[in-house]
């Protein structure tokens, strides 16, 4: 990219080499639109969807306001039904903690049901460190994982690989991580997924610990609620004899009956489905089913530095369904990797910068990957305005100056003088529009910014005095 | 209490400081979205389920046992596993060799078993979901997990709801809950669904009229 324009680097760096990618390109177009259209009809379904999407933003809004209540009452549930409750600071306390667990128990592998809280924290790659191999199981998780690549969507991870590139891997690495991909596997996803199947079972049925996230944790009964569709969270959440459960304080929902808005909700919103094919519930420990010791380990890692900001706090409304992403025409275009970060898409671009902070620079440029054409709000199921926070993180970044945004800052700063003084504002209007003719087609400084696009002409009145003629004579008329 | 659990609340409360008192979240959303009538809700039921890939019959109480072998026999299930509290008449039928939970059975046994049959705690017709809640006659969950032919028998209208909300009230959040909608599935590979990845690749539910 020829010169730095208003601070954007990190991010177009990255998306300029996924838009000349056409294959993935090509995937990620595909699997947006089929995902998007479905979704339509799924959410069409329910009449009161409105309803629906007040009631789970009012809940989610509750329970921050009341999130120490709720949390401790968590707390005590959980407890009380046989768990074991930890608080991590940051990811590298819960990682700690975790890890700690792990070798509690003698074991030195663990089965994962995919986390993005466990993402977030780098868990794999801090286990891995302590001699412990982690393994994903669900099937793009593991096509991420042989694939030594990174997700590129919340739902579905693997949205940038094709059926073929999926066999590739599947035939190269798969011996090396246990059972080997079948004798003349095909790119049939039938037969991928059933290399998969045969893969990860061996895994499934010798696990004594599984770890997981969660979708939603009920404070009243201390429920721990996960969502999926293969049955491999059901492995890792039946089947072992230690979980470890690693969840963001936000999942936290006051009553089990505010569960059924989200069970209607979630589903719809992610996967365009009536209902997901498996959901799994569980409250502490059960007698002779499930696992015998569960460990619940609540996640800030930045969660309340996004809470105590007034706009930002409603990113923490998210329940991680990704509908944003499949309609988003930055996201279509850019894919998930160039985010930097476990959450991509529009959430991503406002959730990151709030978790780790606008320093760096792509954290600094993530509030700018977005065109702010509000599909993102219309289609999330707890309406979290995320043009509204991406607007804001964009002052925040801003009056945090550094490289490219002095120019912004400044003229921020000076639109904000010129709107506080109408006088000035008034003068400024009328030079403009009697120097119209004059003004250039291109903005100085601002080249590679105005070359694909074209300056708005200047009317030959401002609104202003148009106002000030028309409608106040019109006023004075009718009194 | 650990130092990370108290600065953990501590900041909640700071960060709540000064935020708005919130109302009681409005709850002005539907109960159910299909009209109250037992028929219509079992048709609804069946279709979605079906929709969703699952296999659907229906039954009275008297011809359960030779469909339930005849479902067996079509898959060419030899054992089958058998949760406790499953009436016994509904396997008189088949020569499927019975598996009881008994020791109890381990993961690697449990893989080697054909099917298994078991009743539910609930379904919920506008989701088509099937709610099992480790009662009698649904068994661990484990055994509708790695056994990989899943027949289920749905009592309609007694254990049939309408929609999500009317079905909250009647489940017990303490226990061990599975929701099932179809046979496992993903959409992984360029979102093509694919069924059975990980758990039972078939699902058959028996409506059965009271």
């Given at each position: 990219?020829?010169?730095?324009?208003?601070?954007?680097?990190?991010?177009?760096?990255?998306?300029?080499?996924?838009?000349?990618?056409?294959?993935?390109?090509?995937?990620?177009?595909?699997?947006?639109?089929?995902?998007?259209?479905?979704?339509?009809?799924?959410?069409?379904?329910?009449?009161?969807?409105?309803?629906?999407?007040?009631?789970?933003?009012?809940?989610?809004?509750?329970?921050?306001?009341?999130?120490?209540?709720?949390?401790?009452?968590?707390?005590?549930?959980?407890?009380?039904?046989?768990?074991?409750?930890?608080?991590?600071?940051?990811?590298?306390?819960?990682?700690?903690?975790?890890?700690?667990?792990?070798?509690?128990?003698?074991?030195?592998?663990?089965?994962?049901?995919?986390?993005?809280?466990?993402?977030?924290?780098?868990?794999?790659?801090?286990?891995?460190?302590?001699?412990?191999?982690?393994?994903?199981?669900?099937?793009?998780?593991?096509?991420?994982?042989?694939?030594?690549?990174?997700?590129?969507?919340?739902?579905?991870?693997?949205?940038?690989?094709?059926?073929?590139?999926?066999?590739?891997?599947?035939?190269?690495?798969?011996?090396?991580?246990?059972?080997?991909?079948?004798?003349?596997?095909?790119?049939?996803?039938?037969?991928?997924?059933?290399?998969?199947?045969?893969?990860?079972?061996?895994?499934?049925?010798?696990?004594?610990?599984?770890?997981?996230?969660?979708?939603?944790?009920?404070?009243?009964?201390?429920?721990?609620?996960?969502?999926?569709?293969?049955?491999?969270?059901?492995?890792?959440?039946?089947?072992?004899?230690?979980?470890?459960?690693?969840?963001?304080?936000?999942?936290?929902?006051?009553?089990?009956?505010?569960?059924?808005?989200?069970?209607?909700?979630?589903?719809?919103?992610?996967?365009?489905?009536?209902?997901?094919?498996?959901?799994?519930?569980w409250t502490g420990t059960a007698d002779a089913d499930g696992p015998g010791t569960f460990h619940l380990v609540l996640l800030d890692n930045g969660r309340t530095d996004s809470l105590a900001d007034e706009v930002g706090r409603q990113a923490l409304r998210c329940i991680r369904c990704s509908a944003c992403l499949n309609v988003c025409p930055v996201y279509e275009r850019a894919g998930g990797h160039a985010y930097g970060s476990v959450y991509p898409g529009p959430i991503g671009a406002i959730l990151s910068p709030q978790l780790r902070g606008i320093q760096s620079e792509i954290d600094a440029s993530l509030p700018y990957a977005s065109s702010l054409c509000g599909a993102c709000y219309e289609v999330c199921p707890v309406a979290i305005d995320i043009p509204e926070v991406l607007v804001h993180l964009r002052e925040k970044v801003a009056d945090q100056g550094g490289k490219g945004h002095r120019v912004e800052r400044a003229a921020i700063k000076a639109a904000g003088w010129v709107l506080d003084h109408p006088a000035a504002l008034a003068a400024g209007e009328k030079a403009a529009a009697r120097t119209r003719r004059l003004h250039p087609r291109t903005l100085p400084g601002a080249g590679p910014w105005t070359a694909a696009r074209e300056l708005p002409e200047l009317p030959a009145q401002s609104f202003r005095d148009w106002w000030k003629k028309n409608r106040t004579n019109g006023k004075k008329n009718r009194t | 209490m650990s130092a990370s659990r108290e600065s953990i609340l501590a900041r909640v409360r700071a960060a709540v400081a000064d935020a708005p008192e919130t109302p009681e979240p409005a709850r002005d959303y539907l109960t159910t979205h299909t009209p109250d009538d037992p028929a219509a809700i079992l048709d609804l039921l069946h279709e979605n389920l079906a929709d969703y890939r699952a296999i659907v019959h229906r039954a009275t109480e008297d011809e359960l046992p030779a469909l339930i072998a005849e479902l067996l026999d079509t898959h060419g299930a030899r054992s089958v596993a058998v949760p406790e509290g499953l009436p016994a008449a509904w396997l008189t039928d088949t020569s499927a060799e019975p598996r009881t939970d008994e020791g109890p059975l381990t993961a690697y046994e449990l893989d080697a078993i054909d099917a298994v049959v078991t009743g539910c705690a609930l379904a919920i017709a506008e989701t088509g979901t099937i709610v099992l809640d480790a009662g009698p006659a649904q068994g661990r969950r484990a055994l509708t997990l790695v056994v990989d032919l899943h027949i289920c028998v749905v009592r309609a209208p007694g254990q049939v709801v309408a929609s999500v909300p009317q079905a909250m009230p009647r489940i017990d959040p303490t226990r061990p809950l599975t929701w099932i909608s179809g046979p496992s599935a993903t959409s992984d590979i360029e979102l093509d669904r694919v069924e059975g990845v990980h758990g039972p690749r078939t699902l058959e539910v028996v409506l059965l009229r009271d």
């Open positions: 990219m020829s010169g730095t324009y208003l601070g954007m680097p990190s991010f177009p760096r990255a998306a300029r080499d996924a838009v000349q990618d056409v294959t993935l390109r090509a995937n990620l177009r595909h699997a947006t639109h089929t995902i998007r259209d479905k979704r339509a009809k799924a959410v069409a379904e329910l009449e009161d969807w409105a309803r629906l999407r007040e009631a789970g933003k009012q809940i989610k809004n509750h329970t921050l306001r009341h999130l120490d209540r709720y949390l401790e009452q968590l707390e005590a549930s959980v407890t009380a039904a046989g768990g074991t409750v930890h608080w991590a600071a940051d990811a590298a306390e819960a990682n700690r903690i975790v890890a700690d667990l792990v070798k509690a128990t003698g074991q030195n592998e663990v089965v994962k049901v995919k986390s993005m809280a466990t993402q977030e924290i780098g868990l794999n790659e801090a286990l891995e460190a302590e001699g412990i191999a982690a393994y994903e199981t669900d099937l793009a998780e593991l096509i991420v994982q042989l694939g030594h690549d990174r997700p590129s969507h919340i739902l579905v991870p693997a949205i940038h690989r094709n059926r073929g590139e999926i066999r590739d891997i599947f035939r190269k690495e798969m011996g090396s991580w246990g059972r080997a991909a079948p004798e003349g596997l095909t790119e049939a996803p039938a037969d991928l997924a059933e290399a998969a199947r045969l893969h990860l079972r061996e895994k499934f049925l010798r696990a004594k610990v599984g770890v997981s996230g969660a979708n939603f944790m009920v404070a009243e009964t201390g429920t721990i609620v996960v969502f999926e569709s293969e049955g491999n969270g059901r492995m890792c959440l039946t089947l072992p004899e230690t979980l470890i459960s690693v969840v963001g304080i936000e999942k936290v929902v006051p009553t089990w009956r505010d569960l059924e808005v989200f069970l209607q909700t979630l589903p719809r919103s992610s996967t365009a489905e009536r209902m997901n094919p498996y959901t799994s519930m | -």
